[in-house]
């Protein structure tokens, strides 16, 4: 069993950088590959993320390429995405997610554990 907390969110401005950080808890956190979703108002779960077991190879969306950047430190159990050039259609609920796998996933349904999610808010 895994829990993942969110936290580093906030109201930001166009232009800004943000890192959001997902702390982890169990001793198989470095056996997990992990990702990041978002979630905007009245819009379905997008992906925007994902990092294998070992940080030696990421996905991400086309809408953040570029943009973000997705890390792990798996001696802190703790997952991290760096935002910059944030811009206000980023704005969203921002989630992580583990899978019990090695390998990066883009689906939702392939991941097995959930935060809870964490706000950011990008005004123009």
């Known amino acids: 069993q895994v829990q993942l907390v969110e936290s580093g969110g906030g109201l930001h401005q166009a232009g800004d950088s943000l890192r959001l950080s997902c702390a982890a808890s169990g001793r198989t956190f470095s056996t997990y590959a992990m990702g990041w979703f978002r979630q905007a108002p009245g819009k379905e779960r997008e992906f925007v993320a994902a990092i294998n077991w070992i940080g030696s190879s990421t996905n991400y969306a086309d809408s953040v390429k570029g943009r973000f950047t997705i890390s792990r430190d798996n001696a802190k159990n703790t997952l991290y995405l760096q935002m910059n050039s944030l811009k206000p259609e980023d704005t969203a609920v921002y989630y992580c997610?583990?899978?019990?796998?090695?390998?990066?996933?883009?689906?939702?349904?392939?991941?097995?554990?959930w935060g809870q999610g964490t706000q950011v808010t990008v005004s123009s």
């Open positions: 997610a583990g899978r019990s796998r090695v390998a990066t996933a883009v689906r939702g349904d392939e991941y097995d554990y």
